[in-house]
Each structure stands twice: as C-alpha cells, then as structure tokens.
C-alpha cells in the first residue's frame, strides 16, 4: 500500500488586526486577562464583502498548491473542514471546487470543529492509500468574529478566536518511509453542549430560528471553560501518545509538534507532560488566537516556511475541541 504526503501547506490570514486592547474598547476585559489565562495578543477578523469563509480557504488552497508545484486541475478530491461554512447548506467545499476552476471532483465539508483539519487529513489518507485518489486538498478555514457576542456577556468566550485559513496538498508516494504514518480519532458525545452553538438552525426546534434566541443570546457560542481546559490537558498528551507509540516512537523522537491552537496554557502543559523542548513545540496563538480548524493548517505553513519543520523531520499534528473530538496525525514529512 502506498503512503501519503503533504505535498504543499498554504494559509490566508484577513488583514485586520484586533489586539486584546481593541477588545477592551468594546467589553469589559484587558490585555492583561486574555494574555496571563490565554497568551493571546491579537487575532484577525475578516472584512465583509471580501472574505468568506470559502474564498480564504481557496486563496490558501492556492499556496499549498503553488508550494507543491501543482496546479488546481491535479486536484482529485477536496475536502473542506469548517465550523463557520458559507452557507447552512450546501458546504463550503464546493464553493471552493467553482473558485479553483476546477473538473467536477468531489468535494467532502466535515464538521468535527477544532480536529477538523486532522479528521480531514485522515479521510485524504484512506483514499490515497487504497489508490482511490493520487492528489486531495484539504482545507480548514473560519470566521469566527461574525459569529461571536462581542459584548461583555459573551466576553468568555470572545476573545479566544479568530478569523483564518490553511490548506495542506496531499500527493501519493511509493516511500512507505515517508508521509502520514498513522492517524486517530476520538470522540465523546456526552460532552457535546460544553463547548456548542446551539441556535439558530438546530432541527428540534419549531420554527428554528425565533427572537427569544437572539434576547437569550443562545446563537452565541457557549463554552464550559475549566471543564474543556480539564478535559484538553488529558487527551492531547494521550492521542499524541498513541501515535507515536503506534510507530514504535517516543517523545523525544518528535522533531516538531503542532498542537491545534486553543490556548497557550493548555500547550505549555501538554509540552511539560511530554517532557517536550520548547524547540519541539510550535505556537502561534499569540497572533491569531484559536482559530478551530484552520489552526493546525496556518501553524503547518508557518513552522515549513520557518524552517521548523524540514523534509525528513517526525511531525506530529494534535487537536482537541467541541465534541468533545479529538486526534492526532504522525507524519514523517
Ligand atoms: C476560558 C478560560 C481562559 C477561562 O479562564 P479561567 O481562569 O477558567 O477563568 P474563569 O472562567 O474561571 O473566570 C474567572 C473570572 O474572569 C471573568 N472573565 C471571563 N472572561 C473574561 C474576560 N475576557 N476578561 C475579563 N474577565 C473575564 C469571569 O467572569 C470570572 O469572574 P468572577 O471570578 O468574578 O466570576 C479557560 O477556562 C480556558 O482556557 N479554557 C479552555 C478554553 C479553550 O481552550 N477552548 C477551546 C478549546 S478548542
């Protein structure tokens, strides 16, 4: 069976920039809260009527692909992972199939939130690996600020994300040594509403969208901080863990992990746990914030055009979030 590898990593991030002390004109919180429980200094928002959640992931989608050295028309398949897609329905996937200019390849959203870019990668590597498809684009893409309370009630939750895309090409390759060596994923429902969006548009409710839900503000992401933050600092180490003790490694073999951004407290635990080096650990929350499925793929093009990651290195790609869900990817690059 032959393997997968990322050909390309690609990230689009809208141009404005909003600081925690931005913030702080518009709720009551301050630089000093968000940076001590977060590290988070700034993230992006995206401007209306030039970024959607599809076109910054095309635009992303066209880094990898020109880092890669392929052009849209190699692109077999694409998968779109997103928690803030353009339309209810239909995904955000094909959106990005019409802006490629591309043939009529099939086109997958996937919504497991923050893991949604390892899940995706996972789904690329079943079908490269049975020979269904040679070359996958895989996506994560969000826009966050358009959907978050912005006031004081919602400040909890607010000013942990933003706005971003990142984009990763994966290619067949006949190097059994080489690519994505093994993926897993996890999940448990039971937890599913401690970090949610419950209105509008849930099917149990008649009609499914009313004004009581914009009053009670129940539209807005809500999220039970300490119990995710509990629940992050285990799982992360675990799934990381089982990845790399599926390959016969340890954490000292690791040349890099990327960790889904959620908060730089939760990696800088997950690091200690491990007994990681700052060097074998990649951040980049600080000036984006936690941008759920676009994170893994924004941190992957950064840490390659930084030299952080280099063609040979142990990779390993962490995430945790709303599902609970999370998984990992090992991947030597
Ligand atoms: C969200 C998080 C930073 C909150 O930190 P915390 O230390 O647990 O803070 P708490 O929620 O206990 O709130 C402490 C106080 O700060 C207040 N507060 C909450 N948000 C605030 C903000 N943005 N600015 C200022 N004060 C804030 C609270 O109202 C509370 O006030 P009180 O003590 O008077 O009631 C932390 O729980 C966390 O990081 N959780 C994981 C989140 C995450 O990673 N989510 C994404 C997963 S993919």
Redesign the pocket.
Known sequence: MRNARIAGTGRYLPDKVVTNHDLAKIM???DE??RE??GIQERRFFAQGKDTTANMGTRAARMALENAGLQPKDIDFIIFATLSPDYNFPGSGVLVQEELGIREVGALDIRTQ?TGFVYGLSIADQFIKTGMYNTVLVIGSEIHSSGLDLTTRG??VS??FGDGAGAAVLQATEDKERGILSTHLHSEGKYAED?AVVDPGSSRDIPRVNVEMIEKGSVFPV?N??H??KH?VQRFPEVILESLHQNGYEPKDLDMLIP?Q??L??SQFVQKTLGLSDEQVFNNIMRYG?TTAASIPIAMSEAWEQGKIKEGDLVCLAA???GFTWASALIRW
């Open positions: 009551d919180t301050s809260w968000i429980r977060t923050c400040r909890a000013v942990l970090l999220m901080g300490n995710v933050f992050a889904h959620a908060n407290r939760i936690n945790f979030g709303s």
